[in-house]
C-alpha cells in the first residue's frame, strides 16, 4: 500500500494508475475506522479499480462548541487496518496542506443541509460538502462509496454531483450494526458502559417504527412522538430531533405514503449518535 | 470542427482526445463572440491542446430584472467565427440540458462577490461560479482562459479553483479594446451611436487616474470622486460604482501603496457597461 500526506505526490500516483487504465474508487473518511468504513473498502474493493482511501478530520464541519479537537485518532492503526482490507492508496493530508489558506469558496447545499442534522450543526453540511468537492477534485475518481447512516450527507453528495455535472458515480452501501443494533461510529468509543447499554434504543426502536409502519401507521407526527417518548423513557439521552422525511428531497412529511427517512439524533453526555432507517411505502393510489 | 448540444457527447468526444494523449484548452462564453474572445482563443490554440468553447447563456448569474432574456446571440454566426479561429469542439447545451431540474448546490464566493458588480448584482457570481465549476467538470480541462474585463470574475475563478483544488490552470487575457478605447463587450451591440461615443469616456477616464497614480496621487477616494465626476460630466450614463481595491484580493484601499485595481461600471441607457484597469505599484517601505 502506497500513503502520502502531499496532494501533489497523490495526484501522480493517480496519473500513473490512469495511464495504465485502470479506474480509480474512493472511499472519504475522517479515520478512526470500524467495520462500516471496512465495508465501504470492500465495496470499492469489489469494483476491480485502484482504492484510494483519504483521512482527514475536517475542521471546517465542525462548529465551534463541537468536538473537532477531540475527535479519536490513530492514523498507525487505521493504516494497517486498511493495508490489510486491500486499500491501494492512503492519503492522510495535513490541515495546512488542505487548507493553506483560508477558504473563502464554499459550496451551499441550500434546505438539504439545513433541515435534521443541519438544524442543530449550522455551517455542517457546507464544511461537508466543500471538502468532499475539494477531496474529488484531487483524487478525480470513476466511483465513491458513502455509508447510510450518514444519510442526509450522501443525499447531499449525490445532488451536489449531480448538480454540479461532477463525473462520479456515488454509491451508498448500508449501515454496519453491532450484534444488538447499534449503528458503528467512530464516537461510540466515548460512550460509557451504560450509555452503550442504552444506546441500542436507538436501533430498536427505529425498527418499531418501521413496524408500526407495515402495521398501517401512516401519521408521520404521531409515530415522531411516540419514538421520541420511547427514547426519552428508555435512556438518559436527550433527544436532539426525531424526524419522519421524504426519503428523496427530506421534504416534511405529514402523511407516510411515499419511502420516507426515519431519522434521529441523541445526545449521550456530551457524545451525539445518529441513527436512520429508510422505509419504502407505496404511494396510496 | 465538431459540435454539440449534449453532455455526453462532448464527454465522449473529450476521452477519445485525452486517450491520443492531447490535453485540454478551454474557453467559457455567452456567445455573441467578439475581438475579445477570438485572442482567448488564440490564447487557447497556441498550447497546443484540443480547443473546446461553450457557448451558455446561463440563466443562474442573470438577476429578475436583468437583461437574460435580451441577451444577444447568433449560435450560426458563432459557429462559424470560432471554426475559422480553430476551435476543436463547440458545446453549445441547451438550459434544459444544463439544468434538468432546479439545482440546489451552488458555489459561494463571500466577500470576493458582494463587492463591485457583485453589490449591484446579487447572486450574480454565485450564479457565475457554480455555472463555470459545472462547465469545468463537464469538459476537464488542463487549462482555461478568461478575459480581465471581468476582472472579478477572473479573480473568483482562480480562487475557486484554487480552494477547491480543481486541476485546472487559469490564466489571463487582457481586455481587447476598440480603437477608442472602448473595452469589447457582447453588451455594445445595444449602444446608440450617441452613446457609443460617450462610452469612450470610461477607458480615457481610467488612463488619467493611472497617469494621476504615476504621478504621485496615492489617495484612493481622491481619484475615485475624479473619476467619477468625470464620467459624470461628460456623458449621459450613469455611474454604477467607481472604485479602487486591492488588486488581489479586492479589499478596501484608501493609500494606494500596493497593486490595484481602477474598476467602474456605468449605465448607458438600459446598457451596463464595465472596464478596470489594474495598476502596479511598489509597497512604499
Keep these: ?28 473518511t475522517m479515520g478512526y475506522l470500524h467495520r462500516g468504513h471496512l465495508s465501504l473498502i470492500e465495496r470499492a ?22 468536538d473537532f479537537s477531540r475527535y479519536p485518532n490513530d492514523l498507525e492503526q487505521d493504516a494497517s487496518l486498511v493495508k490489510e482490507a ?25 434546505q438539504l443541509g439545513s433541515v435534521l442534522c443541519g438544524a442543530t450543526r449550522p455551517g455542517h453540511f457546507r464544511g461537508m460538502a466543500t471538502v468532499v468537492s475539494k477531496l474529488f477534485h484531487i483524487v478525480q475518481p470513476d466511483i465513491t ?8 450527507q450522501f443525499l447531499i453528495i449525490q445532488r451536489m454531483v449531480s448538480d454540479l455535472s461532477l463525473p462520479i458515480e456515488v454509491c451508498p452501501v448500508s449501515i454496519a450494526r453491532e450484534e444488538d443494533g447499534l ?14 447499554q442504552e444506546a441500542k434504543v436507538l436501533s430498536k426502536s427505529l425498527n418499531e417504527a418501521e413496524t408500526s409502519i407495515r402495521g398501517g401507521e401512516r401519521s408521520a407526527r404521531k409515530l415522531e412522538d411516540q ?43 456530551s457524545t451525539r449518535l445518529i441513527d436512520n432507517k429508510v422505509v419504502e411505502v407505496e404511494p396510496h393510489v
Design 1 to 28: 500500500m502506497k500513503r502520502t500526506s502531499q496532494i501533489n505526490d497523490l495526484r501522480e500516483i493517480i496519473a500513473m494508475e490512469r495511464s495504465r487504465g485502470q479506474k480509480i474508487a474512493f472511499v472519504a
Design 45 to 66: 474493493k469489489q469494483t476491480g479499480a485502484f482504492v484510494v482511501l483519504s483521512i482527514f478530520v475536517n475542521p471546517l464541519q465542525f462548529g465551534p462548541k463541537e
Design 86 to 110: 486491500g486499500v491501494d492508496l492512503l492519503f492522510h493530508p495535513t490541515v495546512e496542506e488542505m487548507y493553506p489558506r483560508p477558504i473563502v469558496t464554499f459550496i451551499e447545499v441550500g
Design 145 to 152: 462509496f458513502f455509508g447510510q447512516k450518514d444519510y442526509q
Design 183 to 196: 449503528a458503528l461510529s467512530s464516537r461510540n468509543v466515548f460512550l460509557t458502559s451504560e450509555q452503550r
Design 227 to 269: 419514538l421520541r417518548a420511547r427514547i426519552t423513557l428508555e435512556c438518559h439521552g436527550v433527544v436532539d430531533y426525531v424526524e419522519i422525511r421524504d426519503a428523496e428531497d427530506l421534504s416534511d412529511v405529514t402523511i407516510i405514503d411515499r419511502p420516507v427517512l426515519i431519522a434521529l439524533a441523541v445526545k449521550f453526555g
